[in-house]
């Protein structure tokens, strides 16, 4: 199935950890949405409108930026389809890849590399996501395609940090170009293990507490507390699964003040209490 942009579709809405086949069209508006996304162009060149810049993708490209500062294709238009792969903020954190990488992206950075120089089979890796990251994909199989998008991170940022053939590694947004909104969702990402407040977040990006939260709330559909939180849960989540560390070690980690506060909002947003969790995706992934 290839895909053409909505225009219907709402600021924010999430495309989820999601791997699809697009169509190159020009866009009529800007999209946002909460999740880094990965541009493969094996065939035909695209031209974005980013943070109100232009940005010239080159065939053989792959591109990654934070979908959440505006962006939007634009003429002129190359009669073809490329690849866009999107992982949730929360998910993408959890990669444990270089905080350079990481601040770059967030900090309203577009970075590009030639696919040849990142992996050779650039096109067989995104068509096997395509199917792998479905919802009716098998678990194993999904657990496969988020390690290996994590392995092309990692070789995608050292192609970057390597490439001495381009004297632009990576086109950099003006600072004004990452709304404070925006800044506030990377501040939360980038410290959801600390004690936070909303003050603390407020003042990160020179605001005022109330108009901080009322404007957070507006633009993402949820509060600060609840981003944090949910933040904060998927950090759980992943030892959970990936670990066998004791759950108070790994409840203190992700950023929860006490084991009580954790076993509670765990069970009230996932529907079973940690070690319900760990049992039941282990279970599933050895069968």
């Not at 989540?237 to 954790?262: K, M, N, P, W």
Request: glycine share 6%; aromatic share 10%; hydrophobic share 40%.
């Amino acid at each position: 199935m290839v895909h053409k942009f909505d225009p219907r579709r709402t600021d924010f809405e999430p495309y989820g950890l999601s791997c699809t086949k697009w169509q190159s069209t020009a866009m009529p508006r800007p999209n946002r949405h909460n999740e880094i996304e990965l541009n493969f162009l094996p065939v035909s060149e695209l031209h974005y409108l980013i943070g109100g810049r232009r940005l010239d993708v080159p065939r053989g490209t792959l591109s990654a930026f934070w979908a959440a500062i505006p962006h939007q294709s634009i003429p002129p238009i190359d009669d073809g389809t490329y690849y866009v792969a999107t992982i949730p903020l929360n998910q993408f954190l959890q990669f444990d890849l270089p905080e350079t990488f990481v601040q770059a992206l967030l900090g309203g950075h577009v970075l590009m590399a030639p696919m040849d120089r990142v992996i050779p089979d650039g096109v067989a890796r995104f068509e096997s996501w395509t199917r792998d990251l479905i919802p009716r994909s098998s678990t194993i199989l999904a657990a496969a395609a988020i390690h290996e998008l994590q392995a092309m991170l990692l070789r995608f940022w050292s192609a970057i940090g390597h490439n001495s053939l381009s004297p632009s590694p990576h086109t950099a947004l003006p600072a004004t170009n990452a709304s404070a909104v925006e800044r506030m969702a990377a501040y939360i990402a980038l410290h959801h293990s600390e004690p936070l407040t909303v003050d603390q977040i407020s003042n990160a990006v020179g605001l005022a507490g109330g108009y901080a939260m009322s404007l957070f709330r507006k633009v993402f559909g949820q509060t600060m507390v609840e981003c944090l939180l949910q933040h904060r849960l998927a950090h759980a989540q992943r030892l959970l699964i990936s670990t066998d560390r004791q759950i108070v070690d790994l409840a203190f980690e992700a950023g929860f003040g006490s084991l009580s506060r954790f076993n509670a909002a765990f069970k009230q947003h996932c529907g079973c209490s940690p070690r319900e969790y760990r049992n039941r995706h282990r279970n599933a992934g050895t069968m």
